[in-house]
């Protein structure tokens, strides 16, 4: 077996070098700069590839992982009852929170007996995998297409309840990650997070 | 005779501010032209356009920081940039911008000083330009400054011979060595590149080395000397440096248009019977588009060719465009002799 035969082309656009001499209408390089400022031109009235940001934003897939929002119920109760099972599963340990007792006079802020006093996700840290989502078992945390805009300072980066939690007025919509099939994963009682 | 002093005076600061006006606006079009030969946009957030963005740059400029550095030559290193900004808009003073406008009894010339040694002239004046980056890189004291220095200095030297022999040969047609002869004498379609197409291309590809545009902006030379020359300037000294480039880049599109392109002429201006004053100012508006092609040209080839190297530079300028001008002009002038035109 011969070496050419033998070589791998992973595109086939390779091309054999050669040290031919270049015939005189090569050697005055004319026609190869016409032929290069015409591509150039070309490019000149494509189509552009940019993306005007905050104008135009450029679609991002139906089930994007981008920053969190933590839901609230249909009575606009805040679903998180901070069990710490996002915390734990973090691989970025990215989560931090700190419980407290609902009080009676609570019930309608609060779902559940416990409530994230603090709840807090260092977005440097994040890396969107989206594990707290379905570490979740109060379906409580989601992630959604929005972006983490840029800061200036290092500490912005640390939202709190204030930026996660979903505004009561203006619900954000996650039904996207939320297929039945979600939902039949996160009650499928064989699966170890529900036993 | 007050009124015609009066009026070279307006001509000069007109003249002037639209040399400055033209190459500012011909920094954005420089950076949207090359953002859209790279499928981009280009600037475009600052003003309708972009079109408040060399004001930007400008105030940007003036409120860098204005570093000197210790061992500099202090007296040079502040006249090199100035002598470069000088030198720039000296060149637009022979250039005819239009015929003549006549009001009343008088005429009035769009054109600054008819000297009868125009061409002449501006071959002094832009050798003279080197001095600006001469001094500018050796005043730096810095190694990257004086190797782009040096480099400019013997690439404009090498350059200005082919573009001086080229242009024997357009002086040799014309027989006349002011500006305005020789774009009077192209009147209708007549223009000098046809009947000197290799001259032309010379001349071209001289104004590029001479201006220190891509292919041969080695003595900038980002890649390989951190900024040439002007690696060492900050604040507007740096801008008038930058700016003086568009200024160049201006005044030697208008030399090609005049030379080459007829200036101010245009086919069957004659046939559309408009009045001599209105033909002068249609003709002011082609030879803008003229310089406007040529600019445009100017950008376009920076943004498709790669530098030369040094050596290459040397070897094109001295064994292939010097023989091929002095072979041009003796053609000429067999050719001349020959059909006595």
Redesign the interface.
Known sequence: MNQDSTKISLTNRSKVVSNKKMSFLESLYLPAIFKGMFITMSHFFTKKATVQYPEVKRPVSDIYRGMHVLKRDEEGRERCTACGLCALSCPAEAITMIAKERLESEKHLYREEKYAAVYEINMLRCIYCGDCESACPKEAIFLTDRFVPSEVARDNFIYGKDVLLEPKDAPIDVSKRQTPEVLAFKKDKTQLHNK | MDIQILYKSGLIIVILLLSLVIAMYATLAERK?A???????GP?RAGIFGLLQPVADGVKLFFKEEFMPATADKFLYVLGPSLTMLIALLGSAVIPWGNTLVIGNNVFPLQVADVNIGVLYVFAVTSIGVYGIMIGGWSSNNKYALMGAVRAASQMISYELAMGMALIAIVMMSGSLSLHDIVAQQHGIHWNVWYQPIGFFVFVICAFAETNRTPFDLPECDSELIGGYHTEYSSMKLGFYLFSEYINMFISSAMIASLYFGGYNFPFLHELGMSHNWLTIVGTFVLFAKIGFFMFLFM??R???PRFRYDQLMRFGWKVLLPLAIVNIVATGVIYELFKK
């Open positions: 032209i953002g859209f030969f790279q499928d981009r946009l475009n376009w080839v943004w498709t060719l």
